[in-house]
């Protein structure tokens, strides 16, 4: 663990220098994914302003929802957003093969290959949306609750990865698998709300199959007492972990089902 940790903190330091050398762009970046993710803050605000719940639940609510979810969003953004890129990139032009030869684990190198400064767009939007919302609620915050907060998003992150990894590695046997991943990612913005306004259907799938609701509605349901779903949203590490383990043991499966670009 020291020499992958060690290895990543030289392959961040050489992304950071590279964005660094285009500082127009890095801040260009940063504040696109921040307009973006306040158009849709706006978009929420607008419909509040005409009503003043949906199913239950109030603006500030829903924001600390959405918060969560972009929050731990970032976390794949910023460190694992180069596994859409496995397909056209690496197997695709047979860049892998020049992976697998290196001794250090080629997932690892792929992940470590590119930190993307969109990402630290949404986690500054992110944080900005919890900070409003939090004080808008009724919740006692102790040291507990803000680890456990913690705990909640950096899960949220590891989810959006395991399912992004999932279905990435359809591109050993597809070549690019990039609309799939696409299709299943987008599928995310239903988790920015609360699944309570969706039919039981939609619930069950983003519950136990893509389980994108343990991404931001179950964590935040914990903290809102009146949800209902506290004793399942204690459940988000566990199902994090149980997503990790199932990509990874996927990915494995790829690898060994990889021929080389040329066979």
């Given at each position: 663990m020291r020499r992958y940790a060690k290895l990543?903190?030289?392959?961040?330091?050489?992304?950071m220098k590279v964005m660094m050398e285009y500082r127009i762009d890095f801040i260009i970046g940063v504040l696109s994914v921040m307009l973006e993710q306040f158009a849709s803050i706006f978009f929420i605000k607008v419909v509040f302003n005409h009503i003043e719940q949906i199913n239950g639940w109030s603006f500030y609510e829903i924001l600390f929802i959405y918060g969560i979810a972009a929050t731990g969003r970032s976390i794949h953004h910023i460190?694992?957003?180069?596994l859409w890129t496995l397909g056209?990139?690496?197997?695709?032009?047979?860049?892998l093969d020049r992976l697998l030869i290196r001794p250090i684990n080629p997932l690892f190198h792929i992940v470590a290959d590119r930190l993307h400064q969109d990402g630290?767009?949404?986690?500054?939007?992110g944080l900005i949306i919890l900070g409003t919302a939090?004080?808008?609620?009724?919740?006692?915050?102790?040291?507990?609750?803000?680890?456990?907060?913690?705990?909640?998003?950096?899960?949220?992150?590891?989810i959006f990865v395991a399912v992004n990894l999932f279905f990435a590695t359809f591109s050993f046997w597809m070549i690019d698998s990039l609309p799939v991943v696409w299709a299943v990612f987008n599928l995310s913005d239903f988790a920015r709300y609360p699944l309570t306004?969706?039919?039981?259907?939609?619930?069950?799938?983003?519950?136990w199959i893509i389980p994108?609701?343990?991404t931001a509605f179950y964590p935040a349901a914990y903290f809102i007492d009146k949800s209902g779903f506290r004793e399942l949203a204690l459940w988000t590490p566990a199902v994090a972990l149980v997503c990790c383990v199932i990509a990874y043991s996927f990915w494995n499966?790829?690898?060994?089902?990889f021929a080389s670009t040329g066979s």
């Open positions: 990543y903190w030289e392959f961040a330091k050489n992304q460190f694992f957003d180069n056209w990139q690496y197997i695709r032009p047979g860049q630290f767009g949404q986690l500054i939007i939090i004080p808008q609620l009724d919740l006692a915050w102790g040291a507990v609750e803000i680890a456990l907060l913690v705990v909640m998003i950096i899960s949220s992150g590891m306004i969706y039919h039981k259907g939609i619930r069950t799938f983003l519950t994108y609701g343990f499966r790829g690898l060994r089902s």
